[in-house]
């Protein structure tokens, strides 16, 4: 009966930091998407000045909140919406909409997926 104890204990701490470690992940998209919406919107009416302060927004948010999440998921998806975002400020800077646009749509698509890929589901699982 001793043996099973641990096993199980460790179990439970695991779906515990699984649940707390998810939570974290889908509550940090959403803020993170929330500031990119606004951000599109900015560019989308040309308001340069909104704009470039929102991806500077979107940057800090970005690099305070993912330091955690780094230890949870693959550093690829990260590095990528991380220089998504810095062209994407630099973007906003000398107003080219174009380019703007393109940067926050795969930044946005980038944190969806994030999110996407914590839903409990078979394909997630396997």
């Known amino acids: 009966m001793k043996k099973v104890i641990l096993p ?6 695991m779906l515990v930091g ?14 993170l998407s929330e500031i990119a919406y606004e951000t599109e919107s900015s560019i989308a009416f040309e308001q340069w000045d909104d704009a470039y302060i929102n991806s500077m927004v979107l940057l800090t948010s970005y690099e305070k909140d993912m330091s955690i999440v780094t230890l ?3 550093h690829e998806e990260l590095d990528i919406i991380y220089n998504e975002t810095l062209k994407l400020t630099q973007y906003t800077k000398e107003e080219d909409k174009t380019h703007s646009l393109s940067s926050i749509h795969l930044v946005k698509s980038l944190i969806e997926g994030i999110k996407e890929g914590q839903k409990i589901t078979l394909r997630n699982i396997l």
């Not at 199980?8 to 701490?13: E, I, N, S, T």
């Not at 699984?18 to 803020?31: A, E, F, Q, R, V």
């Open 18 to 31: 699984l649940y707390y470690s998810t939570k974290y992940i889908n509550s940090t998209c959403d803020k």
């Open 72 to 74: 949870f998921l693959n």
């Open 8 to 13: 199980f204990v460790l179990f439970l701490a």
